[in-house]
C-alpha cells in the first residue's frame, strides 16, 4: 500500500517556539511518508537555533515570497481560472468566510491569491494531501487551496485562542470542509464540537502532539533548580513565576530560575527580575539539544500559564524524569496527574505555586516518583512515534475511504 505524499502548512515554519511541527514530520517522513514543508511567511533569523531548524527552512516553499514574484502570480491565477467554476467557488468561499468589514475582505481576498500560489505548487509537486496546523490564516489558506486544486486537506486545531474568536475564523466551515481535524486533547476537540455542526463531529479526532522520550536524560534531583521554557508573553504567567521566586528566595538562597524563550515581554519580565539578581536567568531561544540538556539539570519544571492546549514542553520534562507544576487549565490534566507526575495549582495564585515549588524542593525522593510516573505517561500517550502513526493512519485511512476507528479503539 502506498502512503499518501503530504504537503504541510503553517505560517511560520520552522519557528523555535514549535518544534513539535517538526518532531512530527520527521516522523511521518521516518514511516515513509514524502512531507513537502510550506510556510506563509519566512522564518525570522532568531527562530533557526540549531541545524534542525535550519535544515528545514532551506527546504521549506515560502508563499509570500514567491506571491511577490508577478509572473509566479498571475500564472497560479491563470492556472486555476480555466476551470472557472472551481475558480468562482473558491472565489465565493473566500468571500463568503471573511471577517466583516473591509478589511477582513481585503485579507481573505489576499489570501485567495496566496492560495491559488500554494495551489499551484501542489500541483506540480504531486501532493495527495495538505495539512496544516494552527487554524487561523494559514488555515484559511489551506481551505481555499484545497478549494481551488481539489486536493483534500485536513487541519491540527491546538486552542486556546483559536477558540476566543471561532466566528473571525470560520473554525465551524473549516472543520465542515476539512476531511479530519486531529485535535491535541479531548477538552481540545469539545470546544470544536460547540462550534462544528454535529454533522462533522465524527471526523474530529485526538491526536496527541508528542516529543521521543528516549532524546531526554533522567535529571539528577539533587539542587533546587527550577525551570520554564515557553514564549515570554502575557498567556504565560511568568510575573507569577517571578513572584513565587521572591517569596521562597530568604527561604532558598540557592534556589534558580532558567527561563528558555523570548517574547514581547522580555524586557518587562528582565526589569521584575532584577531585585532577584543571580536567581533568575534569561537564556532566549535555544536548541532542541539545549533545552534537553537543561532538562537533564532540572529538579522541578513550572509553566503557571493563564490558557493553554497541552504544552509540549510539560512533555519534555516529564521525558526527563522532571516533576512538574503547571496550572489546573484546558488540556493540562490530561497529561499531568495531580500527586502523581506532578502538581497542578489554580492559575493566577503566586502564593500556591509557591506552596508547590516549596513541596517539591522539599523531597527529592518524591521528586524521583513523581519523575517516573511522568515519563511512563509521555512514553505511554505522549510518544510522537506513535502519535505520528495514528495520523498516518488517518491520512491513509481517509484517502482510502475508509472512516479510521476513534483513538480509544486504536490502543
Not at 497541552?310 to 496550572?327: D, N, R, S
Request: with cysteine; proline share 6%; charged share 25%.
Amino acid at each position: 500500500m502506498s502512503l499518501p505524499k503530504l504537503a504541510y502548512l503553517t505560517g511560520e515554519y520552522p519557528r523555535a517556539s514549535d518544534t513539535f511541527i517538526q518532531r512530527e514530520i520527521a516522523a511521518l517522513r521516518d514511516i515513509g511518508h514524502e512531507v513537502l514543508t510550506c510556510s506563509i511567511r519566512t522564518t525570522g533569523a532568531e527562530h533557526l537555533v540549531g541545524p534542525e531548524q535550519r535544515d528545514e527552512h532551506a527546504r521549506t516553499f515560502r508563499v509570500l515570497s514567491a506571491a511577490k514574484n508577478p509572473f509566479r502570480l498571475v500564472k497560479a491565477q491563470l492556472r486555476f481560472a480555466l476551470t472557472p467554476l472551481r475558480y468562482l467557488r473558491a472565489l465565493k468561499l473566500a468571500w463568503g468566510t471573511a471577517p466583516r468589514g473591509i478589511r477582513g475582505r481585503a485579507y481573505n481576498l489576499a489570501y485567495f491569491l496566496e492560495a491559488a500560489v500554494l495551489a499551484d505548487r501542489l500541483k506540480r509537486e504531486k501532493i495527495d494531501h495538505l495539512h496544516n496546523h494552527i487554524a487561523k490564516a494559514s488555515c484559511t489558506v489551506a481551505m481555499l487551496a484545497s478549494e481551488l486544486s481539489g486536493i483534500p486537506y485536513s487541519f491540527t486545531i491546538h486552542g486556546p485562542d483559536i477558540f476566543f474568536e471561532p466566528a473571525h475564523w470560520r473554525i465551524d466551515e473549516k472543520a465542515a470542509r476539512a476531511r479530519f481535524v486531529a485535535c491535541i486533547s479531548d477538552y481540545c476537540r469539545s470546544q470544536l464540537m460547540c462550534f462544528a455542526d454535529p454533522a462533522h463531529w465524527d471526523k474530529l479526532h485526538v491526536v496527541h502532539c508528542g516529543i521521543d522520550p528516549d532524546r531526554y536524560d533522567t535529571a539528577p534531583h539533587k539542587g533546587q533548580v527550577l525551570l520554564f521554557v515557553g514564549r515570554l508573553a502575557g498567556v504565560k504567567g511568568v510575573p507569577i513565576l517571578l513572584d513565587a521566586v521572591a517569596e521562597l528566595a530568604p527561604r532558598y538562597p540557592g534556589l534558580r530560575l532558567a527561563l528558555i524563550g523570548d517574547g514581547p515581554d522580555r524586557a518587562a519580565l528582565e526589569e521584575r527580575a532584577k531585585p532577584l539578581g543571580e536567581q533568575v536567568l534569561f537564556l532566549g531561544y535555544q536548541s532542541q539539544d539545549a533545552v534537553a540538556e537543561a532538562l537533564s539539570q532540572t529538579d522541578v519544571f513550572v509553566l503557571p500559564s493563564f490558557a493553554e492546549g497541552v504544552p509540549v514542553v510539560l512533555m519534555e520534562a516529564m521525558a526527563a524524569g522532571v516533576p512538574v507544576i503547571a496550572t489546573r487549565i484546558a488540556g493540562i490534566p490530561e497529561l499531568v496527574s495531580h500527586w502523581e507526575s506532578g502538581l497542578l495549582v489554580p492559575p493566577g495564585d503566586a502564593h500556591a505555586l509557591s506552596e508547590a515549588i516549596e513541596q517539591m524542593l522539599g523531597s527529592a525522593d518524591q521528586r524521583r516518583v513523581m519523575g517516573a510516573v511522568g515519563r511512563a505517561t509521555v512514553e505511554a500517550d505522549f510518544n510522537i512515534h506513535i502519535e505520528a502513526l495514528r495520523l498516518s493512519n488517518l491520512f491513509t485511512g481517509y484517502g482510502d475511504g475508509e472512516t479510521p476507528p476513534k483513538r480509544e479503539l486504536m490502543e
